[in-house]
């Protein structure tokens, strides 16, 4: 049973009487104390539910009075609508997102209150209770004893399949913050650090690739590159060209302040327009090579019909750029199993380089002065 | 409408050092070859981002390693395409003259010439490579041309850039054109003859005198 804020003080009291009478080694004064603490902590919860209830209420008034403002039905009013009014009714110049006002549901935004488990006689479920950090010490025993499981299973008999290593690319472990905030308990740093200790000890055994879920739980991917996601803009979808009837793409990509749309169909004989042009109006030999290179890699050349507009600022190389990226978006849209040739070549990837601005007191982005005593 | 805050934002923090985020950006795979063998599970490739393919790093067939960067080298004021002109014009010479030797050449003389201007570019940079480098170090306030071992790709870039020094020398005032000279020039350092290659040679001989100053290395 979860005791609720609804369950009286005075119901809470007689329980634990009930449960010290059973109690036969603990002396008076330490019951009183615990009974105190646990007439203290059914109070919080109390406390803590009534405030719920409050800031529901108020989150549901606001929320109408937005809707007023807004022109809008209070009952069919999403959070979207809502971060949209808040955002035009208080206009904010700060960049920081946590100085931004916010309207949403109070248990979105308030510390959550973890409720402890008692059963029929009021005592606290799980013996790890008394720990006072049941949930790290679960997990700390959960990993020991799959440590162990590891270690002894199978022994010489183990496949080859059954003896790989945990792979530990592209995933890091849940810094202490992080952890704390899964486990719903403050841990400290020296708590954390026993934990990443057996958590290491677990991913070094031979095996451990059978525990790849577990482990997955408590790891998280690295920020930016994990899984199919690119760096820039995504693979545009195929569609069939009505009059041609033909696969085609369009994929739209930029280089510093030039824009490139690409429209590519397969089952081509190798045109490519670019503003209008054909390639060989294009001067440089770097600047066709570019243009050419998402054909080369993928092995293309001549296969595919290419129309390229830009606008822009353009530029001797940033133009061919710009076509090559959405070129290459185009290809892997209408060609999937390129898609990771042409990843591995960086040609997927949108290049976020761009000019630095130059400095005062400075000649340049980076150069300096020389110094001169006199 | 939506009226979106506008704020003119004042940069305080320090530039960095890249764009490309090193915790999770790889270098692309430009050779053609490489890229048709499948990676490796636990390659970092797999997981993170590759960054842009560079504009000069095209996987053509003609791609060379020297050339390109020898067009690098010899670039002023980021005019690389002015730079690959030059470079590719003196090459187109080179190829000119073994054409010619090879015409005039007898039979058994011909398969002696070598009538690729890229190996012969290759070759003549080969042969330019400086052994050791000179550093200035001071020490007790006076500076001393101490002798540093090097690594390839830069004894690569020395040599280059001793080559491109003496060319631009000999272009000075609108004696010569500079590809002229570089032909000339890459065309002498493959028979191991030449200025750059007295160059390097006299790099040799000071570096030997001031082997005494070794000690001050590190």
């Given at each position: 049973?979860?005791?609720?804020?609804?369950?009286?003080?005075?119901?809470?009291?007689?329980?634990?009487?009930?449960?010290?009478?059973?109690?036969?080694?603990?002396?008076?004064?330490?019951?009183?104390?615990?009974?105190?603490?646990?007439?203290?902590?059914?109070?919080?919860?109390?406390?803590?539910?009534?405030?719920?209830?409050?800031?529901?209420?108020?989150?549901?008034?606001?929320?109408?009075?937005?809707?007023?403002?807004?022109?809008?039905?209070?009952?069919?009013?999403?959070?979207?609508?809502?971060?949209?009014?808040?955002?035009?009714?208080?206009?904010?110049?700060?960049?920081?997102?946590?100085?931004?006002?916010?309207?949403?549901?109070?248990?979105?935004?308030?510390?959550?209150?973890?409720?402890?488990?008692?059963?029929?006689?009021?005592?606290?479920?799980?013996?790890?209770?008394?720990?006072?950090?049941?949930?790290?010490?679960?997990?700390?025993?959960?990993?020991?004893?799959?440590?162990?499981?590891?270690?002894?299973?199978?022994?010489?008999?183990?496949?080859?399949?059954?003896?790989?290593?945990?792979?530990?690319?592209?995933?890091?472990?849940?810094?202490?913050?992080?952890?704390?905030?899964?486990?719903?308990?403050?841990?400290?740093?020296?708590?954390?650090?026993?934990?990443?200790?057996?958590?290491?000890?677990?991913?070094?055994?031979?095996?451990?690739?059978?525990?790849?879920?577990?482990?997955?739980?408590?790891?998280?991917?690295?920020?930016?590159?994990?899984?199919?996601?690119?760096?820039?803009?995504?693979?545009?979808?195929?569609?069939?060209?009505?009059?041609?009837?033909?696969?085609?793409?369009?994929?739209?990509?930029?280089?510093?302040?030039?824009?490139?749309?690409?429209?590519?169909?397969?089952?081509?004989?190798?045109?490519?327009?670019?503003?209008?042009?054909?390639?060989?109006?294009?001067?440089?030999?770097?600047?066709?090579?570019?243009?050419?290179?998402?054909?080369?890699?993928?092995?293309?050349?001549?296969?595919?019909?290419?129309?390229?507009?830009?606008?822009?600022?353009?530029?001797?190389?940033?133009?061919?750029?710009?076509?090559?990226?959405?070129?290459?978006?185009?290809?892997?849209?209408?060609?999937?199993?390129?898609?990771?040739?042409?990843?591995?070549?960086?040609?997927?990837?949108?290049?976020?380089?761009?000019?630095?601005?130059?400095?005062?007191?400075?000649?340049?982005?980076?150069?300096?002065?020389?110094?001169?005593?006199? | 409408?939506?009226?979106?805050?506008?704020?003119?934002?004042?940069?305080?923090?320090?530039?960095?050092?890249?764009?490309?985020?090193?915790?999770?950006?790889?270098?692309?795979?430009?050779?053609?070859?490489?890229?048709?063998?499948?990676?490796?599970?636990?390659?970092?490739?797999?997981?993170?981002?590759?960054?842009?393919?560079?504009?000069?790093?095209?996987?053509?067939?003609?791609?060379?390693?020297?050339?390109?960067?020898l067009?690098?080298?010899c670039?002023?004021?980021?005019?690389?395409?002015?730079?690959?002109?030059n470079v590719l014009a003196a090459l187109e010479i080179i190829k000119?003259?073994?054409?010619?030797?090879?015409?005039?050449?007898?039979?058994?003389?011909?398969?002696?010439?070598?009538?690729?201007a890229?190996?012969?570019a290759?070759?003549?940079?080969?042969?330019?490579?400086?052994?050791?480098?000179?550093?200035?170090?001071?020490?007790?306030?006076?500076?001393?041309?101490?002798?540093?071992?090097?690594?390839?790709?830069?004894?690569?870039?020395?040599?280059?850039?001793?080559?491109?020094?003496?060319c631009?020398?000999?272009?000075?005032?609108?004696?010569?054109f500079f590809k002229d000279a570089l032909a000339a020039e890459l065309m002498?350092?493959?028979?191991?003859?030449?200025?750059?290659?007295?160059?390097?040679?006299?790099?040799?001989?000071?570096?030997?005198?001031?082997?005494?100053?070794?000690?001050?290395?590190?």
């Amino acid at each position: 049973m979860l005791i609720r804020g609804v369950v009286s003080t005075a119901s809470s009291v007689r329980t634990f009487s009930s449960l010290s009478s059973l109690s036969t080694g603990d002396s008076p004064s330490s019951s009183g104390r615990a009974a105190r603490a646990l007439e203290m902590y059914m109070r919080g919860v109390k406390e803590h539910d009534k405030m719920m209830g409050r800031e529901g209420a108020n989150f549901e008034r606001g929320k109408r009075h937005l809707a007023n403002m807004m022109g809008m039905e209070a009952s069919t009013m999403t959070q979207n609508d809502i971060d949209t009014a808040i955002r035009y009714l208080f206009p904010s110049g700060l960049s920081d997102k946590k100085a931004l006002p916010i309207l949403a549901p109070p248990d979105q935004v308030l510390p959550r209150l973890h409720k402890l488990a008692f059963d029929e006689e009021g005592k606290p479920m799980g013996a790890r209770f008394y720990t006072l950090k049941p949930a790290f010490y679960q997990l700390l025993s959960e990993v020991a004893i799959r440590s162990e499981k590891v270690d002894r299973y199978g022994g010489e008999k183990k496949t080859i399949k059954e003896k790989n290593h945990f792979q530990t690319g592209g995933s890091v472990w849940l810094n202490e913050e992080k952890m704390a905030k899964k486990l719903g308990e403050k841990i400290s740093t020296h708590m954390y650090t026993q934990l990443m200790m057996a958590m290491e000890h677990l991913i070094s055994l031979p095996g451990s690739a059978t525990q790849n879920d577990f482990i997955m739980q408590w790891r998280e991917p690295i920020a930016a590159g994990s899984g199919n996601k690119l760096f820039g803009p995504p693979i545009p979808p195929v569609e069939i060209d009505a009059t041609t009837n033909r696969r085609t793409a369009t994929a739209k990509a930029d280089v510093k302040a030039t824009y490139a749309e690409v429209k590519v169909s397969d089952a081509g004989k190798g045109e490519f327009i670019v503003d209008g042009m054909s390639l060989d109006t294009f001067q440089s030999l770097q600047a066709r090579e570019t243009l050419l290179c998402p054909l080369i890699v993928s092995d293309l050349l001549g296969r595919l019909s290419i129309t390229a507009t830009t606008k822009g600022m353009g530029g001797e190389t940033a133009v061919p750029r710009a076509v090559r990226h959405a070129l290459s978006l185009s290809i892997a849209a209408l060609y999937p199993e390129k898609k990771e040739v042409l990843t591995l070549s960086g040609l997927l990837t949108r290049d976020p380089r761009k000019r630095e601005r130059s400095k005062v007191n400075q000649p340049g982005a980076r150069a300096k002065w020389i110094w001169k005593r006199r | 409408m939506i009226i979106r805050p506008c704020a003119r934002l004042i940069s305080t923090s320090a530039p960095s050092s890249s764009r490309y985020d090193a915790k999770v950006f790889r270098e692309p795979i430009s050779d053609r070859e490489q890229l048709r063998k499948p990676l490796s599970a636990d390659d970092e490739r797999n997981f993170l981002f590759i960054k842009a393919l560079k504009s000069d790093e095209t996987p053509t067939f003609y791609r060379n390693h020297v050339v390109d960067k020898l067009v690098r080298v010899c670039m002023t004021d980021g005019r690389k395409e002015m730079s690959r002109k030059n470079v590719l014009a003196a090459l187109e010479i080179i190829k000119r003259k073994q054409y010619q030797a090879w015409n005039k050449a007898s039979d058994d003389e011909k398969p002696k010439i070598e009538l690729s201007a890229f190996k012969i570019a290759e070759v003549g940079i080969d042969n330019c490579k400086p052994l050791m480098k000179l550093q200035g170090v001071t020490r007790g306030g006076t500076t001393y041309q101490v002798p540093f071992p090097i690594e390839d790709s830069e004894a690569e870039f020395r040599a280059m850039k001793m080559m491109r020094d003496i060319c631009r020398q000999k272009a000075k005032h609108g004696e010569t054109f500079f590809k002229d000279a570089l032909a000339a020039e890459l065309m002498l350092a493959s028979q191991n003859e030449g200025a750059t290659i007295q160059a390097k040679q006299e790099l040799h001989k000071t570096c030997e005198a001031n082997r005494a100053y070794a000690h001050y290395r590190g």
